[in-house]
Each structure stands twice: as structure tokens, then as C-alpha cells.
């Protein structure tokens, strides 16, 4: 199968239904609910996109079309900007005890430098948008904030 040429990157916003597995039992991608029906994500390989997501979780993806031929679109991650946005489920801490991030309650770490934390709100339960470089550790998948908005806090960093 030919890949056509990929497109501009765009937001893709929707809700997971399934994950896609592959031959081997690792998760290659996954099936999310748009407001244009169907839509299929492949992530890159070793699957580090998945730690990000889970079934019944809102995402907002910077995504490149693959294809179109098929049921459904398919499309793959872009380097582009990453936009988060969720509840902040916990606070994380710097080794010295400063607030550097949190934890949204679809797993993703949004990382913002200590000074900065200090310029929020920062509590759990509070709503939380974040746009930034996306990076895959191996224990988590970090967002490193350029800006955040906290319950109407809106900062650039």
C-alpha cells in the first residue's frame, strides 16, 4: 500500500474507542470518535504515543493525513505544536519540593519550570490547557509548556 503524500498538520480532536494491535500484542495505533465520523491514528513505532491515551479519553492531536481510501481516514502524528487539555489529577514536584507540573487525568505530565508554577493556581481538580513540545519519556509522556491556561489563568511562559 502507497502512502499518499502527506498534507499540512492539523488538529485532530476526538474521543479513543479502541486501541489497534499489532501481530506482535503492541499497541500500533488507535480508533477515535470525531465530530466527522471515524477516524484512525497510527502512532510511531514502539508505540510510545499509546502511554498518552486511554478508552474513553478526550484527545487533541497535531496529526499529517496519511491516507483516505479506506472505512475511515488514517492519520499520523505531527511534529507540529502539542496541545493538552484535561483536570489536573496531581501535582508533581521538583527534587528540591517546588511544584514543576501536573498530572492530567488522562496521564499526560505537563511540565512547567518552577518559577512559573509559582505565576498559577496550580490545584487538583482545576481545568487545565497547555500548548508546547510533546516528548516521550520512558515512563511518561511529557508536554513541556510554552503556554498554559489554568481556570481562566491564561499565561505565556
Known sequence: M?????????????????????????????????????????????????????????????????????????????DAEFHASGTIARLNYALHGDINGCHLDDGMFVHIKPDEAKRYDLRVGAKITASGSRRFGADAVVLDADTINVSDQRIAL
Open 2 to 78: 502507497t502512502k499518499k503524500s502527506r498534507a499540512t498538520a492539523f488538529q485532530l480532536r476526538g474521543k479513543v474507542l479502541a486501541f489497534n494491535i499489532s501481530p506482535k500484542g503492541n499497541i500500533e495505533g488507535v480508533l477515535l470518535d470525531t465530530d466527522s465520523g471515524l477516524a484512525q491514528l497510527n502512532f510511531t513505532k514502539h508505540g510510545a504515543d499509546a502511554r498518552m491515551m486511554r478508552v474513553g479519553a478526550k484527545v487533541d492531536v497535531a496529526v499529517e493525513l496519511e491516507h483516505d481510501r479506506g472505512d475511515h481516514p488514517v492519520y499520523a502524528p505531527s
